[in-house]
């Protein structure tokens, strides 16, 4: 069975951090690509971070809403995505999904508000 989960979310001040992760369960997450999506109340997902693979090589693409905030890392050997969100804002507030191969985890929610 093919899966992803996210984990990660909570709540936060404005400037601080969150780091999500996205495990891959039933295929190699090093392999494919994978994307980051997130949901504001009464919105559809927006991409926010496009990687074209998570193995070595890949290149990464950041909305310029959170270029130079937001950074992306793996862990092959645990088949995790993480995204490291930095120097947050309240409008970074949502639900986060991972997506890869068409499939979406169950999401994680960020608050930024003091």
């Known amino acids: 069975q093919v899966s992803l989960v996210e984990i990660g979310g909570g709540l936060v001040e404005p400037g601080g951090s969150l780091r999500l992760s996205c495990t891959a369960s039933?295929?190699?997450?090093?392999?494919?690509?994978m994307s980051w999506y997130r949901r504001t109340p009464g919105k559809s997902r927006a991409l926010i971070v496009n990687?074209?693979?998570?193995?070595?090589?890949?290149?990464?693409f950041f909305v310029p809403s959170v270029k130079d905030r937001f950074t992306i890392s793996s862990d092959n050997h645990a088949n995790t995505v993480y995204l490291q969100m930095n120097n947050l804002r309240p409008e970074d507030t949502a639900e986060y999904f991972c997506?890869?191969?068409?499939?979406w985890g169950q999401g994680t929610q960020v608050t930024v508000s003091s």
């Open positions: 039933g295929f190699n997450l090093s392999t494919n690509g």
């Open positions: 990687l074209s693979s998570a193995g070595a090589g890949g290149v990464t």
């Open positions: 997506n890869s191969r068409g499939l």
